[in-house]
């Protein structure tokens, strides 16, 4: 649980610095805003990209030597 939490407050780490330099950039009169809009399906491209590499990196790591399904035993 901690790893996840040490993951989560990176991602927000990243995400709370890239507005902030959007933000910046604007301030100096460069058009960050029109470009994003204009880009903001990238953001769903990647999005599920990650979540699919997680998904297959964490199907790779599953230890192999659990059935995923058992069968009911007679009589038990």
Known sequence: ???????????????LIAVGAIFLLENF????????????????IIWG?????RGIKERQEKPADKPAFRAPQDGK
């Open 49 to 53: 990209a990650l979540k699919l590499f």
């Open 29 to 44: 009169g460069i058009r960050v805003w029109d470009t994003g809009w204009r880009l903001w399906p990238l953001i769903l």
């Open 1 to 15: 649980m901690a790893q996840h939490r040490s993951k989560d407050a990176l991602f927000w780490g990243f995400v």
